[in-house]
């Protein structure tokens, strides 16, 4: 019998973490988190602090910035392409359902 523990973590809008906690959950070396800011893939809440702090959002976008390298074993760069492309459908997708929901509903 095999038994998988799984960790959740609870995303609040309000919370952050630093470049230490935001590796340790996303699987990132903290060089290649530093990367993925230089490359315009993650946005540290003030880039011209010391220690830079992230908005629990980019613990998402870390995770599979995680993924895709190990998947498709991508070179950073490469992460940052697929992020920023998945970062665009998404707010097409919010724009798509924005429209939708200002249509008309015909009764079937």
């Given amino acids: 019998m095999n038994l998988e523990l799984t960790e959740a973590v609870w ?12 590796a340790e959950c996303s699987g990132l070396a903290e060089s290649e988190l530093r990367e993925l800011v230089e490359l315009g893939a993650l946005d540290p809440l003030d880039p011209a602090a010391v220690e ?17 390298r190990n998947d498709f074993e991508l070179d950073t760069q490469g992460v940052a392409v697929v992020l ?3 970062e665009r459908v998404q707010e097409l997708e919010s ?7 200002r249509l008309p509903r015909v009764p079937r």
Avoid: H, K, P, Y
Wanted: glycine share 6%.
């Fill in 11 to 22: 995303l609040d809008e309000r919370g952050t973490v630093t470049l230490v906690e935001l």
């Fill in 52 to 68: 830079w702090n992230f908005g629990a959002r980019c613990i998402v976008a870390a995770r599979a910035a995680c993924r895709l």
């Fill in 84 to 86: 920023s492309l998945l």
């Fill in 95 to 101: 724009a798509l359902q924005r429209l939708n929901a």
